[in-house]
């Protein structure tokens, strides 16, 4: 079998063609759940304590390059002058992206796992091969 139709085998095959659509839907919804955590979640956090804008938390490790023109207090700034921090605040903002995301997953799974009809073998109960092995096996027990 060549290379060739043995790419096309493995391409046809059905999971690998969900797997492809996951990932572009899986992309397009990382980004909504970006602006939930980015433009309603953590301005509302923010709100709660003072105003804070979590991305603007970091340390800074290394010195501010000469030349510099932007805000030495923006990490946005910082960052593009290629000075060495820990964006500590940005981490949060992604992580707390992640926890969302994950939750979210987490509901649309369960909701489908509902309305997903149960698998035949658990409605109808064991097999007739299972009852014969287990009547076997209590048979060997005596």
């Known amino acids: 079998m060549g290379l060739i139709s043995e ?3 493995f391409i046809n095959r059905g999971n690998v063609i ?6 572009i839907i899986g992309g397009a919804f990382a980004t909504i759940t970006k602006s939930i955590t980015d433009d309603l979640i953590m301005p509302v956090v923010g709100f ?11 340390v800074q ?3 501010i ?9 923006s990490y946005a700034d910082l960052k593009a ?9 940005e981490f949060l903002t992604v992580f707390v ?13 369960k ?15 064991p097999s007739e091969e299972v009852l014969l092995l287990r009547e076997i096996r209590d048979s060997v027990k005596k």
């Not at 390059?65 to 207090?73: I, L, M, S, V």
């Not at 489908?112 to 109808?124: C, D, F, G």
């Open 111 to 125: 909701a489908v796992n509902r309305l997903m009809p149960k698998p035949e073998a658990e409605i109808a109960g």
């Open 81 to 89: 002058a290629g000075v060495a921090m820990l964006g500590w605040g």
């Open 48 to 58: 709660l304590f003072g105003g804070v804008n979590f991305s603007e938390y970091f």
């Open 65 to 73: 390059p000469a030349g510099f023109k932007g805000n030495p207090q």
């Open 97 to 109: 992206n992640f926890v969302i995301l994950a939750f979210i997953i987490f509901l649309l799974v």
């Open 61 to 63: 490790l290394g010195p």
């Open 7 to 9: 790419f096309k085998t």
């Open 18 to 23: 969900d797997l492809a659509v996951g990932v």
